[in-house]
Every structure is written in C-alpha cells, then in structure tokens.
C-alpha cells in the first residue's frame, strides 16, 4: 500500500531533530519513503490528514508474558508467595493450550491499542502465541518458557526438542516478522546442565536466549552459594551471554554483572510496573545505563502487573527513577522514546545490529514504516508546550489512533484492523473464568 | 431529573458490598433514591443501559492549581531551582486574570473526563476560578494563595481584605457546591503575625484553610532555625490547624508532627506524581495511616505533574508504596478508591462531617449522586476477574463514560454536558503560548 499522511508533526528520534512540524510522511512497501517533502512521482493510495495527529516511531515491548493477561486482576493484593502459589500457578494448572491463542489474541489487542507493533513474549506453546502474532500482523519474539526439569513438569510440557521444533517451524516467518529465541525460565530454576544445552541448541540454531535473571537478593544469594557466582556470572561462566539475550528484570546486580552484562551486549528488560506491585524493589536504571549496558522497557505479564500499555511503562520509567536518583532532570522524556521504540525493537533483533543495515525505531527514509499516529486534540494535550512530555506524562491509550507494522495497518481511526476485538474479549473472558474455577463463575453474572 | 440507572454492576463503597452485581440505581433531586430494587412509583424522565458499565462513586482530587494546567510540559527535566525559578515564575509573571479563568475551565474539562466532580484548588483571582466551576457544575473547595509579604509582590495582587471579600461572595454559593478556604502559601513563605491573621480570619468567616507544608527536610531544617519548631508544630502553635485544614504534601515529618495532624483532625492531601517528577522523595503514606492521620489524594498541578489524572494517582499510590514498604499485600485497592471517593471528598468539607449528616462517597439511599459510570468492555478490562483491581491498575481515563455530581450530567456518553471543550482549547492554548512568550510563539505552527 501507498499511503500519505499529510501535514503531521512528528517526533522522528533520528537524532536530529525533536519535532518536525507539519510534514508529509510517504510510505511504500513497507517502509517509510519520505520525511517532509514527498515528490510528486508518489500516487498514493490513501491519504491520511495528519493535521490533528502526533506521528512517532512506535514501541516495542521488551518483555512480556502475554497469556497471562486471562489472569490479569486474578491475584490482588496479596503476598508474593500466595500470589504465585495460591492464585497464579493453580490457574495455570488449568491452563490448556488453545487458552494461550485466545490470551495472546487478547494481548495483542491491548497492545496494537497503546502503539505496541512488536513484543517479547516468554511463556508455553507458543506455536499458539506465534498463530496469533501472524493473525495479528504484529512483530515478535518468542522464546518457549522450560525449567529444563522434565517436560513432565511443565505447563505445557515440551522438550526441549519440542521447542527446537517450534523455532525451526516459526524464526523468521512472517517475512521476518517473527523471530524466535530459546527461554529457559531463569538461572534459578534450571539447572546449568540444561542451560548448557541450550546454548548449544541456540548456537546451532542461530537464535537468541531470552530469560530472568536477579530478580532479587536472595536469588543472588542462593546462586552465590550453589555455584559460587552471582546469576549474571554464573550465566556468563555458562556462555548464555555468548548469544544475543533479553535478561528480564536484573534487579540485584553488582558493578562485576553490570560489565559482564555491557561486555556481551545483553538486553536487560525493565519493567518497573510489576517491581513496585510485587514490592520486589527496584532495578538500578542508572548504573545499567552508566555502565553502558543495553536497556529495553517492556510491560512484564498483566497476572502482575495489570495491564500492557507502554505509555504508562514511560511515564513510570521517567517518574520513578528520577526520584531514585534525585534528579528531575535525569532521565529526559527523549531517552525514554529512544528506549521503548529504538532499544526494545533492537532487543528484539529487529532494526540495526547482526545481520541488518536498516535504521530502526525513526521517522526517516529507508526505516521500516513501524508508527503510530496519536491524537493531540483532548484537553489533556492542551496547551501542547512540549509534545514528546505529553506523550510521556499525560497522553493516554485512547489517543493511539493508528498503528503501521511494516506500513499495515493494524489500528485505522481508532479501530482493530486485523482482529475481531468483540470475539476474542469473549473467548478470552469465557476461558478466563474457566481456568480459575468454581468460585469464579458468579462472576460470568457480572458480564455486560 | 430523575434518573434510572439500569442492570449495572457497582462498586458500592458502603463498607458492606465488595461489588452490587446488576443493580438498579435510581437518582433524584441530587440525591440516590435508591440502589437495588427500585420502586414502581420511580418514573424516570431518562434511563441509562448499565449492563456495560461500572458505576463507582465519583473522585474528589484534594489538592491542585488548575490555572496552571496552561503550564502543562512547559517545564520539562529540569533541576528544580531552574524549573521555578527560570519557567514557572517567569510563566506566571505573565498571568492575566482572565488566563485564570480559561485554565480553570480546561482544568475543569480534563479532571470531568477522569471521573473527577470536585476539587481542592490553591492559587491566584480564585473568583475566575469560582466562575469556571460554576459552569461546569463542579464542586470546589477554593483558596486565593497568599504570601502575606505585602499584595504587590504577589500574581493576582490581593490583600488578605481582598480574599476575604472573595469568600464571602461566594462561600456556599451554587447550593453549597462552592466551599472556600484561607490559602496562605505555606508555613515557610508566610511570615508567622500573618498566618495569626489567617487563623483569626477562618474563625471569624467559619472556612478552612489549605496550605503547603513539609515538603523537604530543607524546610523543616529552616523551620527549627526560625521558629525552633518543625512546620506542622509552628502551624499547631499559631493555631492554624484548630481550623478544617488542608495541609498540602507533608513529605519531612516526625512521628511528633504525625501525632498533632492526626489529633487535629488534618487532611494531608498526598499528590505522589510530583513529588517523582521534581524528584522530591516521597511522604510516608504508611505512616499517615498508622499514625489516624487523615489521607486524601491529588493530582498537584499540571506544572509539575503533567496532568490531572486521577485513576493515575489511584495507580501510582498503589504502586510506590507496596513497593516502599516492601508488602504486595499493602494499600489493597479498596483502601485507595476510598482514600479517593471519601476522604477526599471530606477534606474538601463534602459529605458526613461538621454541618452535614449526608454520607459521601458511598452509592446508597440519601448519598449525594455523586458518581460515574465506566465503560468496562474494552480489552483491557478483559476478563473481568476484579473491577476494582481494573479500575485502579488498568483503566484509562476513556473509560470514564458518564459523571454526575450531584444527579446532573457533567460527561454524557463520553461528552461534555456543561463545557464548550472545543473553545476551552483554544482560548487555553492561545493563552498559554501568550504566557511563555516569543520563543513559543512558532509551536502555533505545530497546532493542528
């Protein structure tokens, strides 16, 4: 498709400039042709008056589990413990393989709604997650979640045969549009023969690790006493870091991982929402970036954290680490958009790095058509003193009004595009209430 | 109007119900005739389907400067010397009395749409204020702010005369909709012989009186220089807190000033958003609560803070301080919609109190009908395990459907009832890029 949109003020995050106001943006073959003066030879196909809209680079979610959100308000304020024991794990006992399609449709709904085009999603079957990102017209990166304890003990129990399966199948289709990684859960649950073995299926493969690393001091302590390194040393000693890795998380970390995790070039993920609902405390987002070490911003599951909308993981970002640090000038609204559209998109293996000389996450010439239109025109834009602080600080989801993957349309004028929103709130509700059982069903009276 | 509400599912906060599955809510003459089974003889002149919605009791956003909603993003990551002293006070030295107005009215229209029917507002001209929420059917508590060194080194140059004229034009006025206060600055920019004015004035008049106080041990520091006494137990001793006070942040306070808060009856409004934001630390909210100190919740100004989301402040409370006290289990969500709806709306002089035997905050017979509807269908209510734990970690302000206060409409199907939003936009921003000066002048080119 051909497509114009006409007179928009943009942020591009190329670098050079913090807005351009009232530009055209030509987009052809999936990619953006032109930033500014579009030459007459272009005859689009649509055209889009972009006079009320705010164009920018979309986001990427850098890591996410999205199944979980069939559990997203399902275990509320209650101790971590009896979070994951008494609410998480009983409703994932029930969880069966069609309810990861249903739930990772869900997801993606909420995410093409608040600018999300690509996710890194960590979870089980996810051949099923991967049917839904293709249906979805979405970008991804999938890493299938093994203990590396027995398939037998899995949800979704696969070897990790299985998932080699899955990756052979899936990395790489969708015109490149799904790439797929290994994702044993974390140091702290698999064992480091296993976590041999992955990463000489992932050198084999040619793909990524995505896992959780240093989620706390105790996790910290633990691998200390059962291998003699923290997580981050013990994954490193292991050759984890040796291929391109999403490391969730990264909570408790001496100055020692924060140049191990620089050295190899590992993504960590932040994603402060669930830090603070879980009370796990705080990831140093400071030292990550003075260190030099690769930062992406992502979501984490809705079952922790409540929802999937990467503005608020800005707006949080900012806030919160501002008032760690001390600084209000720390922490500028234009690193936040670099981190959530260009950073997370790299994590994801998408844009600049191994393997592609294309730009990414940036209005200009050449780079994937990956954007989103925003409305400027609610009170709550007004007065629009400083766009780029709007989006971070005050927009909200509703004001996303059109999102391009690859320049396809997944959201147009406020609506789905390439998903059915009312079937998949129903399969997702209807299989929701039936993974958390009994008492649940009263609830199904409540439904509108 | 009599008003029926039909099929829809309520949160009630009457201490007895969790949740009111598929009720009838009939309202009449301001009041909520009835929740539940509503009588025959109910004739209503318009019924609302509520089969999609929630309907929850509306917020009260208990501390804010409206007018400066004009500065919103005009201020943007700097340190906080250069953010007063370099943007704010050069902005506001700008400020005409009619600018007040316009930035009330945009104030008004951003905090409707949130689900929010009253305020607490502290700033300059405050009869431009009183005339915006008479207009918009609002409830306010309003304070003229006062440095007390002398009317012509103030914005909005008013004598302590002046205000007191101001509220006794309109103290009670709109049927009692309108509440007014003293609004001397703070403890730290009011010299002491005129916060013995102020007090000697509540009496006299019978008001309140809302200031900003604690906001940094700085402060506090400077106090015991001055005074020998930390702020809150200057402001005990000059008598300010035998008045109904609204003591705006109180972030630096000893367990001594949390006994005589809490012994006096005051409400600490909290407004986390900015204190992250200018990167201020943060005010125990733990020890608020342990203490009996009454909390009530804000947005602050959009100066500082960006916006006047209150569904963010119900997130961001939640967030910050399960993780500062290192307990999931914390500030349930319950607890934060009633911190919201109630003690909010009782800090303002709203609802059961001195002078009035009404319940507030609470959707039962004989409450006030205060009170909104939330669209619950969009994916990111999906599933519906629990609404409140939706509302306050999942919802977006577009959510908010309907808002009355007081039985008449101020949002109808997502539209302003009582507010010419499109005017409002204009004259704000015309207004606000006034203010700021040349240097804004070409962000006009920008608007759409």
New interface residues.
């Given amino acids: 498709m051909r497509l114009l949109i006409r007179q928009v003020?943009a942020i591009p995050l190329d670098g050079e400039h913090d807005?351009l106001?009232?530009v055209d943006i030509a987009i052809e073959d999936g990619r953006i042709r032109a930033v500014g003066v579009v030459s007459p030879d272009f005859v689009p196909e649509q055209i889009i008056d972009g006079?009320?809209?705010l164009a920018l680079p979309a986001f990427f979610n850098a890591h996410t589990h999205a199944a979980m959100?069939?559990?997203?308000?399902?275990a509320?304020?209650?101790?971590?413990d009896r979070?994951l024991n008494e609410k998480i794990w009983v409703a994932e006992s029930a969880l069966e393989e069609e309810d990861v399609y249903w739930g990772a449709m869900?997801a993606c709904?909420?995410m093409i709604?608040c600018g999300i085009v690509g996710f890194a999603d960590h979870y089980f079957w996810m051949h099923q997650v991967a049917r839904a990102v293709a249906e979805a017209g979405m970008k991804a990166h999938l890493a299938w979640c093994q203990f590396g304890i027995g398939a037998e003990h899995e949800v979704g129990g696969a070897t990790l045969e299985d998932t080699v399966a899955f990756i052979r199948e899936w990395h790489g289709a969708e015109d490149g549009r799904i790439r797929c990684a290994l994702g044993p859960h974390s140091p702290y649950m698999c064992p480091p023969e296993f976590l041999r073995r992955v990463v000489e299926e992932a050198g084999r493969l040619g793909v990524g690790i995505h896992l959780h690393v240093a989620e706390s001091q105790e996790q910290v302590a633990n691998s200390l006493r059962a291998h003699s390194r923290t997580p981050v040393a013990h994954l490193a000693y292991l050759g984890v870091f040796d291929h391109p890795t999403i490391a969730a998380h990264c909570i408790a970390v001496t100055d020692e991982d924060l140049a191990i995790l620089a050295d190899k070039g590992v993504y960590v993920a932040h994603t402060p929402?669930t830090?603070?609902?879980?009370?796990?405390?705080?990831a140093p987002l400071d030292r990550f970036l003075a260190a030099g070490v690769r930062v992406a911003l992502g979501t984490d599951g809705?079952a922790s954290?409540?929802?999937?909308?990467m503005l608020?993981v800005l707006?949080?970002t900012?806030?919160?680490h501002?008032?760690r640090?001390?600084?209000?000038?720390?922490?500028?609204?234009d690193l936040l958009l670099r981190l959530a559209a260009q950073e997370s998109a790299r994590a994801l293996g998408f844009g600049a790095g191994a393997g592609s000389v294309l730009p990414t996450g940036v209005l200009r010439p050449g780079a994937p058509a990956d954007l989103i239109l925003m409305d400027?025109?609610g009170?709550?834009w007004?007065?629009?003193?400083?766009?780029a602080?709007?989006v971070v600080?005050?927009s909200?989801?509703?004001d996303v009004r059109y999102v391009f993957c690859e320049g396809r349309p997944l959201l147009w004028d406020g609506k789905l595009v390439t998903l059915d929103?009312e079937r998949?709130?129903y399969e997702?509700?209807r299989r929701?209430?039936r993974m958390?059982g009994t008492p649940?069903r009263?609830?199904r009276?409540?439904?509108?």
């Fill in positions: 003020t807005l106001p009232e006079r009320e809209f959100t069939l559990e997203r308000g399902w509320e304020d209650l101790p971590f979070w869900l709904s909420e709604r929402k830090y603070m609902k879980l009370a796990m405390g705080m809705p954290n409540n929802d999937l909308n608020e707006r949080i900012g806030l919160v501002k008032n640090v001390g600084d209000p000038a720390a922490f500028p609204h400027t025109c009170v709550h007004t007065p629009r003193h400083d766009l602080a709007n600080y005050a909200h989801p509703a929103e998949i709130r997702a509700e929701a209430f958390v649940m009263q609830v009276r409540y439904r509108g």
